[in-house]
């Protein structure tokens, strides 16, 4: 049997233990923790979670933690929390092993999308036509159009040479001549009338 003594011992230690689980349990921050949590207040939780793992080093603080890296889409992060509660986590059941390695699967298909979306070349830009603007500032409709035609083919080479009859001398002359003709015509005429004139009455003059 017992003695009296050990049993009020051991009474006391697992008392003492049931006290110390239920204060814990009661803590105003992991409430508060599981709130945020539930809440989409990711952040907050975590920093709650974390105070709370490093006062009391219980593993299963660490699995609140890698949810809460995992909802950030922190992977690195998250992997290396779920990883610690499976190394440091006891009486952990074969279910909950297998959820945590699919959070952590989940976490690894994450990293993998970033790191191809980072090493995949940019699409390829199509550069707008340049249009060279005109250098003095004008636009080339503006500008004079010199249209230079072709010699004619039908075009003669050389210019014929004009006849005598068509030379501005030659009509020169022959208006001299006449002129000249006209006058010697009146003069005779005006002396054959002044002898005539003179002529006695009753004579015939030649």
Aim: hydrophobic share 40%.
């Amino acid at each position: 049997m017992w003695h009296p003594k050990v049993v009020a011992v051991v009474t006391c230690l697992a008392l003492a233990l049931l006290c110390a689980r239920a204060g814990a349990a009661t803590d105003p921050r992991e409430i508060k923790a599981r709130e945020d949590f539930v809440g989409g207040r990711y952040q907050e939780a975590l920093d709650l979670f974390a105070k709370l793992y490093a006062e009391t080093l219980h593993p299963n603080y660490l699995r609140n933690i890698g949810r809460c890296y995992q909802n950030l889409s922190e992977p690195e992060r998250a992997i290396s929390s779920f990883r610690d509660y499976l190394r440091k986590g006891k009486d952990i059941s074969p279910a909950e092993h297998s959820e945590i390695d699919g959070y952590i699967a989940e976490m690894e298909a994450l990293k993998r999308q970033r790191a191809a979306a980072s090493e995949s070349p940019p699409a390829a830009e199509h550069p707008a036509p340049v249009v060279p603007l005109p250098s003095s500032g004008e636009s080339s409709a503006s500008a004079p159009l010199v249209i230079v035609e072709p010699a004619s083919a039908s075009a003669p080479q050389s210019e014929a040479p004009t006849p005598v009859y068509g030379r501005w001398w030659f009509w020169a002359l022959i208006a001299g001549v006449v002129a000249a003709g006209v006058g010697v015509a009146a003069a005779a005429g005006a002396f054959t009338k002044t002898q005539d004139a003179s002529c006695p009455t009753g004579f015939s003059c030649s």
